[in-house]
Every structure is written in C-alpha cells, then in structure tokens.
C-alpha cells in the first residue's frame, strides 16, 4: 500500500471532528456542538491496566460504546449512511421519508436515534434471538421494529433481504408518504469511510503514532476495512488481526482460504449468522465491507464463547469495564495477540457496546461475579466453565 497521508492530513482530519481544542487545566475538552450528532467520533483510547500487566505489552482499547448517539462505533456509519443518502438526493428530512436497514441491533439503534434528530422514520429488521434489550430499545426510539425469523441470506426472508425489499415497496407505492431508503450497512462505501475517515485516524493520533497491531472482529466488516487501511497506509508494519466468534466462517477464510467448513456449503446453514452467544461479530458470508480490507489481514483468531464470557467477567473483576460480548471476543484476541508478539508491543482493539445491552443473554449466562477476583488469565484462554 502506497502511504498516500502525511501527519499533516491527520491532523486536518482530526481537526475537522474536534473543532478548535479548549483546554480545562491544560486537558483537552471533547468540543462542544449541535445535536445529537456532535457526540459522534472522538472516543477516548484507554489502556486497559489489567491486561497490559498480565501479558508485558500496552493493551489500548477504543471507548466506542461512548459515541453519544447509539452507543457504539455503528453511530459513526448510522451518520455516515444518511450524510450519504442526503448527499444523493436520496432522503430528505421531515419528508416522510423511512430509512429501513437490516441489524442484529447496534446500527438500527444508531439509525433510529438519528431518524429522530433529522426527522427521518425509521423501520428496523433484526433476528428474532437478538437480545431484547436492543429491540425494546428500538421502540422506546419510536422505530418500527420486525423480529425476523433466522434465514440464511440466500432467502428472502432473511432480514437483510426483507429491508432490501421493504424499501423498494415502500418506494414504488404511491399511497405512502416519503420515500424508503435502505441504508445497506454490509454493502456499502459509507460504511468503511466512517473508520478510514474517523476511528483510524483517531487511533492513531491517541496512540501517538505507535501500534504494533490492530485486533477487532468483523460484524460487517466496516471498522476491521475502515481502520486497517488508515493504520497500514500510516504504519505499513502493523499487524491486522481478526477477531472471530465460533461458529464464524472468516476465521477459516483467512486461516486457510475457504469460508465454509469442508461438510458446511453456502445455503445449507439453517441461518446465516453464526451459532454463538456472541452478537454483532461472526459472518458465515462475504461482504463488500469485510472484502474491502481483507488483504490487510495478517491474522485471524478464533474465541469460544466461553472464552468471551470469562474475559468479559475478568473487565469487570479487575478493571471496572463492563462491555458486551463482541468487545470481550477483541479484548480476548487482543490478548492471545499481546502473548504472541512478546511484552512491549503496543495492541489496539475496539470495546463497542456496554454490557447494559446483553443483560438478558451473554451477561446471563455469566451471572453474577461476586467481590473477589478469581478470574486467571489460564481461565480465559482454556475457556473454563466457571459457573
Ligand atoms: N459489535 C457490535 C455490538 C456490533 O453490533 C457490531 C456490528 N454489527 C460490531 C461489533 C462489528 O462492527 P462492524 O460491522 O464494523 O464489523
């Protein structure tokens, strides 16, 4: 990859998001601005004491569950989607115009918070074994909100395919108000443009320059693509690490070239996600957004649920970071990663969503934790059950 940025074009960048930098006490203030969207971009890059002391290296994690709108890193493409919709003269506010997308929960979250702030309607489909935190929050939004049924992707019924459709309906029927957009998360360009364009930008400047890997899973693959080719152009010896939940296909893709276990084929899945407690990462598919930085890849990582669940316990029990299950299959990866390339290494990864919204299922599964600390760092990479 040609490095085709300067500092200079990074700094400009990060102006353009923070504005003019006050200062409290000679701290930088997060700018102040309007709506809703000004909460967007911007997150804080922490170290995660706990696992740098574990494993010798700088573990740093980007706060994405702080974005203000959404409450996750799918608040950056939410915005960047609809800039793009505005920008084609495909949606305008306070029209009746519907943005209709296909979720597992974060982006429809972000969407339907945006809908309200642009005055746009907002109409949701979403797996039906997504936890019902997302779904109740949706309608609290004033979204529609469709509980589909698994499919694989190969039908109609699939939720992606039923937003596809439901925007074209909407379009071509002239006894409807507005027209439907669909915002298309997996497939489309504003997507990764919101990771090239902020999250890596971001990191590398709150990192100052200096990351020896970059770790994340890949839900659409949009911040995996956004932010490995922000850092690989800045940084060509960085390691790009994929974090993948089990039951996932990328792993096995990146690993040895195949999507799809030898006895598995495309469409024989009873659905296309993947069979884990883990939600929002996995895909048993190719998108334009994953296949948009699948070259940066140097390495895949495979997490067990159980894995996930005792790294997510061990945040709580010595660091006070409470996340949902795809922040704990990076921080997990980020890790193994850490181990693997020897202590003084610099690893970044991405804590997307906070644990409130898995309540019901991931943290359920965990229970309760208890005051002492008794996770080791063995527990999580052999996956102990330890309920
Ligand atoms: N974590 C959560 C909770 C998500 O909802 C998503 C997106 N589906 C991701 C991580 C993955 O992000 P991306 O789509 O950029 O791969």
Not at 31 to 56: K, Y
Not at 89 to 116: F, K, Q, W
Not at 143 to 167: K, M, S
Not at 314 to 330: C, K, M, Q, T
Request: proline share 3%; net charge neutral; with cysteine.
């Amino acid at each position: 990859l040609r490095r085709r940025y300067t500092l200079g074009w990074l700094a400009s960048k990060s102006n353009e998001q923070t504005k003019p930098a006050s200062t409290l006490h000679g701290q930088a203030l997060r700018p102040s601005g309007v709506g809703i969207e000004s909460t967007i971009g911007n997150t804080p890059l922490i170290e995660i004491r706990s696992l740098s002391a574990a494993t010798g290296c700088t573990i740093l994690a980007k706060c994405e569950f702080l974005n203000g709108a959404g409450n996750s890193p799918k608040d950056r493409v939410a915005l960047s989607m609809i800039e793009h919709g505005e920008a084609a003269g495909l949606l305008e506010p306070h029209s009746g115009d519907t943005i209709y997308e296909g979720t597992v929960g974060s982006t429809g979250i972000s969407l339907a918070t945006l809908c309200r702030a642009r005055g746009y309607l907002a109409h949701i489909c979403m797996p039906s074994d997504q936890s019902f935190e997302k779904s109740n929050l949706l309608l609290k939004l004033g979204a529609v909100v469709e509980r589909v049924t698994p499919a694989p992707i190969v039908d109609q019924a699939h939720f992606v395919n039923r937003a596809r459709n439901l925007a074209r309906e909407h379009t071509a029927d002239p006894a409807k108000r507005g027209r439907g957009y669909f915002a298309n998360q997996f497939e489309t360009e504003a997507n990764w443009r919101a990771h090239y364009d902020g999250t890596g930008p971001e990191i590398y400047a709150q990192a100052e320059g200096r990351v020896d890997a970059f770790v994340t899973g890949a839900g659409t693959g949009g911040t995996l693509s956004g932010v490995a080719m922000t850092l690989k152009e800045c940084l060509p010896q960085v390691k790009v690490v994929l974090a993948d939940p089990q039951g996932s296909g990328l792993y096995n893709k990146i690993k040895h070239g195949v999507m799809f276990h030898s006895l598995e084929k495309e469409g024989t899945r009873r659905r296309d996600q993947v069979d884990t407690i883990v939600e929002g990462i996995g895909l048993t598919r190719s998108t334009v957004n994953f296949e948009q930085g699948r070259e940066l890849i140097d390495d895949a990582v495979k997490v067990t649920d159980a894995q996930a669940k005792n790294m997510a316990r061990w945040l709580v029990e010595r660091d006070g970071i409470f996340i949902g299950s795809s922040s704990a299959v990076n921080c997990t990866a980020a890790l193994q990663t850490a181990l693997k390339l020897g202590p003084g290494h610099r690893v970044v990864t991405i804590l997307c969503d906070s644990g409130a919204r898995h309540l019901s299922k991931f943290w359920a599964q965990i229970g309760d934790i208890g005051g002492e600390a008794r996770t080791t760092i063995e527990d999580i990479l052999e996956g102990r059950s330890l309920n």
